[in-house]
């Protein structure tokens, strides 16, 4: 098994929050070398998971690379995430629909963050061949926002468990609203590749510690109806994925490496 060697990298946007961007490289590639390259976003919570899966990954020809708050507090964590991962809401709404304190309208700074800081920076230090990205949760919704309005920024898209039920039917109606169907645009034709677990709920409010939640609705139909939007829209390369017995959290690493597969698959 080859030996990934690892570094960091901490950024600040221009919010003033800060980021770590963590890097796992073959300790054997050369300076020069270009690698095929995932980004995980929310890293703070998958850099253990993405270490073990590195212990069985038989090639030296990827490299992995990770972009997380600095901190990992949930509570902390979770208006700045509604923040960051989202568009602006219909009508211009900029609050998070579960929680109206919570501001939403961030995911275009986070692209330009993505766009003039991280990946100048990964491939700076460790020639980027072409990069590939995965998020969870809102930051699933983002990486779809992202393929639709930036799609030549990534090679390839992984949305893991992805909030549509962020103001059904907002990213329905934006995808529609850029790909209606009639002709690919140069540079979009990226795959894109999503994975839901089939005990996965939408509820309408957060949840609260040592509180009783609701049952909630499953978010499998909105991933099916966005899914087949994307075929409507004329790209076929894209793919839907139910992965049983999996509610929200566990998706988080399951769908990690389950990614990280597809992605070694891809590259082999």
Excluded at 17 to 43: C, H, I, N, Q
Excluded at 90 to 101: N, T, V
Aim: aromatic share 10%; charged share 20%.
């Amino acid at each position: 098994m080859p030996v990934f060697s690892s570094n960091e990298h901490l950024l600040t946007n221009t919010a003033g929050r800060e980021y770590r961007l963590r890097l796992w490289r073959p300790a054997g590639a050369g300076p020069d070398a270009s690698l095929p390259t995932v980004l995980f976003l929310d890293g703070h919570w998958l850099d253990e998971t993405l270490s073990c899966a590195l212990d069985v990954v038989d090639t030296d020809k990827i490299q992995i690379a990770s972009l997380g708050y600095r901190l990992a507090e949930r509570s902390i964590l979770a208006p700045w995430r509604a923040h960051d991962y989202t568009p602006a809401g219909p009508r211009g709404l900029m609050s998070d629909p579960r929680k109206a304190e919570w501001p939403c309208g961030g995911a275009d700074s986070l692209m330009d963050f993505l766009e003039l800081q991280v990946l100048p920076l990964l491939d700076q230090t460790a020639k980027t061949g072409p990069v590939t990205l995965f998020g969870h949760s809102y930051a699933g919704l983002f990486s779809l926002y992202c393929w639709i309005k930036r799609p030549a920024m990534f090679n390839r898209f992984y949305s893991a468990s992805p909030s549509l039920w962020w103001y059904w039917p907002q990213m329905l109606a934006l995808l529609q609203e850029r790909h209606p169907g009639d002709l690919l645009e140069v540079g979009n034709a990226r795959p894109v590749h999503m994975l839901v677990g089939s005990e996965e709920r939408w509820r309408p409010q957060p949840a609260v510690a040592g509180a009783i939640r609701e049952f909630g609705v499953s978010t499998i139909p909105f991933a099916q109806r966005f899914h087949n939007a994307l075929r409507n829209s004329g790209h076929p390369e894209n793919s839907l994925d139910i992965l049983p017995g999996l509610a929200h959290g566990p998706m988080l690493h399951a769908a990690a490496g389950n990614a990280l597969k597809q992605f070694l698959a891809t590259t082999a």
